[in-house]
């Protein structure tokens, strides 16, 4: 008696665990199978828009863009096309250039890349929203005093992407400017300047002519 009474009890602790372990299974199943049968439900309810022209609500520089778009329509393709809107630029179209650079929110984006129907919703500035009651903006003037162009196709990218990153970071170094506009190509091969021209909005003097030509 004092023998068998233990292993019964084991016994049952084994069955008892067993039944526990496969209950827990069973339940876990079940509740994957509800998670991807309700994310199944969400697919085949959202709305299926396209693909002819939809109504299209953006908001630029502060003010309501209503327009008329086909899904496929561009951010980039929005504002030069279906507005007055043409300060981003039409460069490479692959996302390499820089020059279709806005700001969605604080990100700098490259507008080419950005569907316009995805871009609803948040606020949309480009460089023709930076100066206000027709005084340029910091960044826009420091470009001019630094002669920070020169054909200028490129330039509003540049702007933009300056912009941005005055306001995450308003003291910038030559390094965190080189970061920012990495995204950035000016062909004419004027970075010194543009380099020069950040840190001037900054508030922030080039320490030498090396700092400056480094950039390149």
């Known amino acids: 008696m004092k023998n068998s009474e233990p292993e019964n009890l084991g016994a049952h602790s084994r069955r008892t665990f067993f039944k526990s372990l496969g209950t827990v299974a069973a339940t876990a199943a079940t509740a994957q199978v509800q998670s991807v049968a309700a994310e199944l439900e969400k697919i085949n309810t959202e709305k299926i828009v396209g ?61 080419c890349q950005k569907l316009a129907i995805e871009s609803q919703g948040i606020e949309i500035t480009t460089v023709e929203g930076l100066a206000k009651n027709e005084k340029l903006s910091k960044v826009q003037q420091a470009f001019l005093d630094k002669d920070a162009l020169q054909c200028g196709y490129c330039t509003p990218g540049f702007v933009m992407s300056v912009t941005a990153l005055l ?50």
């Open 51 to 111: 693909p002819n022209a939809v109504p299209v609500t953006l908001r630029v520089n502060g003010e309501k863009l209503q327009l008329l778009l086909e899904p496929r329509v561009t951010l980039l393709d929005a504002l030069r096309n279906y507005s007055s809107l043409t300060g981003a630029k039409e460069g490479c179209d692959r996302a390499t250039c820089g020059a279709c650079t806005v700001l969605l929110g604080d990100t700098p984006i490259y507008s």
């Open 167 to 216: 306001k995450k970071n308003p003291r910038p170094n030559a390094d965190d400017v080189k970061h920012a506009c990495a995204g950035n190509t000016c062909r004419c091969g004027t970075h010194p300047r543009i380099l020069q021209a950040a840190l001037r909005a900054a508030g922030v003097e080039t320490a030498s002519k090396t700092e400056v030509v480094d950039y390149v």
